[in-house]
């Protein structure tokens, strides 16, 4: 099943370029919503009883319906990439919604464990592909000024989900029978219907456009995102003008389009590195024990009362949103190493911590021990919340060029995915085996993740991402001597290839 979008620059598409990316902005969001959404429906359900003794969980049984989103997720990432550069940009979300429009239909209607993994396997697919087919459709999609915060509100919306998850749970928590659960499960239903009544409405990647040779569509896109669907505007040509070189040259040198031409090209090779570090340092640092375990932190922490547990789960999800927008709106003017170093580095603080008082105070009835020990677990989410939610996808589709864009965000998602299974399957058996010492033994960690950052990320803020591709050396249609501060001088190097590629058409 395709979209098949009727162009200039789409059949419903506005002419209003605010209105257009506001289209943009939230059909991208939806698809972490889900994820959002996901992961505190599935503490909530876990603090439960009613699923918890429908579903006769153990320690393993647990593990595995958790971790099983992560599994779908990084099964569907080898074919996601292929997928986007084929068929498109937006055939690849409207695939993801569809995806997880069925796994959740299967979720909801389990009547067994066994169902119920199969259903969030296939949700996992679809959110697997969403990851990939959604950040990369924003970064080609939004104008320079606008792309930090479309990509960097990708991960906080995130924590909204989270919210109206944790808020639907509680408030479904006193129905004493199966829909106490079945009800916050169905509810996921609603992100992907939104993204596929968005679909109509917004255009494809003029990048991709142009990989295709679709000129004309790709011009009109970049009027409709820019300039009020105005295509002599001076803006709108020298993005296309850009497009076309980093486009054409890419194609005229066709091992950049190889898998394996990350271990062969020193400069893609680092694109790659840099895009995983961020998959790896997001799922490793520590938040995934609070995003699918909050309810074992907090039951080794003192606060054992269901609801209780409930209540924080809604607060935290508050917290974190919070600090998220506020990193996302500073990241272009702290940029992306300082506020990865500085999020990082007060996160893991605040995990030290958390497992210092979990040793001491974690069997104490003191209830100021107890707030003392919540106190760190929101500190630590918030500081990692501030940077890194933001940073998710901001950064890797910002340092990964067209060529690479799509099967990089794949290996990113699949790289992503891999750790989030390590994490939310080896984290209940840490908790309960070593308990306290995991806290201290991920943050230790940390600190090698903030060395990384520290030493070998690429400054990429205030450029479009031609701009970027520079940094990584010359291309063939943009130098760093093309920029000033994050700036094109008035006659950019790509007037002589842009007549190349016309006289082609």
Not at 244 to 264: D, I, M, Q, R, Y
Not at 273 to 301: C, D, E, K, P, R
Not at 344 to 359: D, H, N, P, R, S
Request: overall charge neutral; some cysteine; charged content about 15%.
């Amino acid at each position: 099943m395709s979209y098949e979008p009727s162009y200039s620059p789409g059949r419903f598409v506005p002419r209003k370029s605010a209105l257009v990316n506001s289209l943009v902005f939230v059909s991208v969001l939806v698809n972490s919503m889900t994820l959002g959404y996901d992961g505190n429906m599935m503490n909530g359900l876990m603090i439960l009883p009613s699923f918890s003794d429908y579903m006769h969980l153990n320690t393993a049984t647990m593990a595995a319906s958790s971790t099983i989103i992560w599994v779908g997720s990084a099964a569907v990432s080898p074919i996601g990439g292929i997928l986007l550069d084929k068929l498109g940009r937006k055939n690849g979300m409207l695939s993801a919604a569809i995806l997880s429009l069925t796994g959740v239909v299967l979720q909801s209607a389990a009547q067994d464990i066994a169902m119920f993994i199969v259903g969030r396997f296939i949700l996992g697919c679809g959110v697997g592909l969403g990851s990939i087919a959604c950040p990369t459709y924003a970064s080609e999609v939004a104008p320079t000024k606008y792309r930090p915060l479309m990509l960097g509100f990708y991960y906080d919306i995130w924590y909204f989900g989270g919210m109206v998850a944790a808020i639907v749970t509680y408030g479904t928590s006193q129905i004493e029978n199966t829909w106490s659960w079945r009800l916050p499960s169905l509810f996921q239903l609603l992100p992907s219907f939104l993204c596929l009544a968005m679909l109509p409405v917004i255009p494809e990647s003029p990048r991709w456009l142009v990989s295709q040779g679709e000129h004309d569509k790709a011009r009109h896109v970049l009027a409709a995102t820019m300039a009020n669907g105005d295509i002599t505007d001076a803006g709108v040509l020298d993005a296309y003008h850009k497009i076309c070189g980093a486009v054409a040259f890419e194609k005229e040198n066709p091992a950049s389009h190889n898998w394996l031409e990350p271990t062969k090209s020193p400069s893609n090779r680092k694109r790659v590195t840099l895009a995983v570090s961020v998959a790896v340092i997001g799922n490793l640092s520590g938040s995934a024990i609070a995003s699918y375990w909050l309810g074992t932190m907090l039951s080794q922490a003192g606060v054992t009362d269901t609801y209780s547990q409930l209540q924080i789960n809604i607060a935290l999800n508050v917290w974190c949103f919070a600090c998220a927008v506020v990193g996302t709106l500073l990241a272009d003017k702290i940029g992306r190493k300082p506020l990865g170093i500085g999020s990082l580095t007060f996160a893991l603080i605040f995990l030290y911590l958390v497992g210092i008082f979990t040793k001491l105070y974690g069997s104490s009835t003191d209830t100021s021990a107890i707030y003392g020990t919540v106190a760190c677990i929101f500190l630590f989410q918030g500081g990692y919340s501030f940077g890194w939610t933001t940073l998710l996808v901001m950064y890797p589709t910002e340092v990964l060029n067209f060529s690479l864009r799509a099967n990089g965000m794949a290996i990113y998602t699949f790289t992503s995915n891999s750790a989030g299974v390590f994490a939310t399957f080896i984290m209940p058996f840490a908790l309960e085996n070593i308990g306290w010492r995991m806290y201290i033994i991920n943050a230790s960690w940390d600190i090698l993740e903030v060395l990384f950052v520290a030493f070998f990320w690429v400054e990429t803020k205030r450029r479009s991402l031609e701009e970027i591709d520079a940094l990584f050396g010359p291309s063939g249609h943009l130098t760093v001597d093309d920029t000033i501060e994050g700036h094109e001088l008035k006659e950019p190097h790509t007037s002589t290839r842009l007549d190349k590629i016309e006289s082609k058409r």
